[in-house]
């Protein structure tokens, strides 16, 4: 059960776009289309942005997106602003039933 | 609205044991699988386990088998965590989640902190 790969840190100015890649195998993101993205800013409970890959929960803006390819799920925040500062992770449902996060990847906003 | 509601961490010597629970409200609990998910100080989310509507279906991560217990009562709209065996590396944020489509996590709760040491 090892944790999915993300980049420690990203960052980029307000008005720009930033992706976060989410790298697993063949047995967790390369299998299933159930892949999700969270964030947490400091001190909160985490908030779930986007399901089953490329999915919004009603309320979260366009500015997020989500996307798959191969192994590598990516999270795409455009037209980064102040308050999209965060850390933000990755999950995926794995084929030993179990679910999976990756490491986690702070965003600053110059 | 839906409410999840954690309760039952503390300070617990290694070896120790602690049980969680994690109220909810503003939803039907009976027809949500529900999991655990914990947070260690600075450190990234790691799932802990999740159960079934029904209870007939139960997953652990590898480094809590046969320590942890998960459970819930659809009657009282509530889910445990059963903690045996505490360990220093069990130091953690609790959450209780919410499962929705596609195994993504769509209410946590405010979460209770577990802290195992001497």
């Known amino acids: 059960q090892s944790a999915l790969t993300q980049p420690p840190s990203v960052s980029g100015s307000p008005g720009q776009s930033v992706t976060i890649s989410c790298t697993g195998t063949?047995?967790?993101?390369?299998?299933?289309?159930?892949v999700s993205w969270y964030q947490q800013p400091p001190g909160t409970a985490p908030k779930l942005i986007i399901y089953e890959v490329s999915n919004r929960p009603s309320g979260v803006p366009d500015r997020f997106s989500g996307s798959k390819s191969g192994n590598t799920a990516s999270l795409t925040i455009s037209g980064l602003q102040a308050e999209d500062e965060a850390e933000y992770y990755c999950?995926?449902?794995?084929?030993?039933?179990?679910?999976?996060f990756g490491g986690g990847t702070k965003l600053t906003v110059l | 609205e839906v409410q999840l509601v954690e309760s039952g961490g503390g300070l617990v010597q290694p070896g120790g044991s602690l049980r969680l629970s994690c109220e909810a409200s503003g939803f039907t609990f009976s027809t949500y699988i529900m999991n655990w998910v914990r947070q260690a100080p600075g450190r990234g989310l790691e799932w802990v386990s999740y159960i079934t509507t029904s209870s007939t279906s139960i997953s652990y991560t590898d480094s809590v088998k046969g320590r942890f217990t998960i459970s819930r009562d659809n009657a009282k709209n509530s889910l445990y965590l059963q903690m045996n065996s505490l360990r220093d590396e069990d130091t953690a944020v609790y959450y209780c989640a919410r499962t929705r489509a596609g195994w993504s996590f769509d209410y946590w709760g405010q979460g209770t902190l577990v802290t195992v040491s001497s």
């Open positions: 999950s995926s449902y794995t084929s030993s039933n179990t679910l999976v």
């Open positions: 063949s047995s967790d993101v390369g299998y299933y289309y159930r």
